[in-house]
């Protein structure tokens, strides 16, 4: 009984991050994207490949990030770099991996294949900080 009881604890749980993340991250649009800015939000624009292995390190990174951060709020918009090219030009993207964090309308930080939990966490943390002030 004991170990029926952990194994619906442990899928409610399982259950309750896919719906944080589901929250967070979406497909980037521009009008959400636009939305999002001009109403002051802090925005991660992910540009990444479904064949990239530095984008599968970020997206642990910033999984991992919202997993330790719920309370924490932010947007990550993903922009897939094979099929989305005039975003990709938009954001001036060298390649996939690429993270580009906004505060509203500003760029706040901009980064190419950036894997460290610590940076990126860091600069999360301090654009959330800045958005609330």
Same mark, same amino acid.
């Given at each position: 009984m004991h170990?029926? =009881?952990?194994?619906?604890?442990?899928? @409610?749980?399982? %259950? %309750?991050l896919t719906v944080v *993340?589901?929250? =967070?991250e979406k497909a980037y649009d521009g009008n959400l994207y636009e939305r999002l800015t001009e109403g002051g939000e802090v925005v991660l624009v992910d540009i990444y490949a %479904?064949? !990239?292995? &530095? !984008?599968? *390190?970020q997206q642990k990174v910033l999984q991992d990030y919202i997993n330790n951060n719920p309370d924490k709020i932010f947007?990550?918009?993903k922009? $897939? @770099? $094979? &099929?989305? *090219? $005039?975003? =990709?030009? *938009?954001?001036?993207a060298p390649r996939q991996s690429t993270l580009i964090l906004f505060v509203g309308q500003e760029r706040y930080w901009f980064s190419v294949a950036e894997t460290r939990y610590e940076k990126i966490a860091e600069q999360l943390d301090q654009a959330i900080a800045e958005a609330k002030r």
């Open positions: 170990l029926i =009881v952990r194994g619906l604890v442990a899928l @409610f749980l399982l %259950s %309750s *993340k589901a929250d =967070v %479904s064949w !990239c292995p &530095t !984008c599968a *390190k947007h990550i918009l922009v $897939d @770099f $094979d &099929t989305q *090219k $005039d975003v =990709v030009k *938009k954001f001036q």
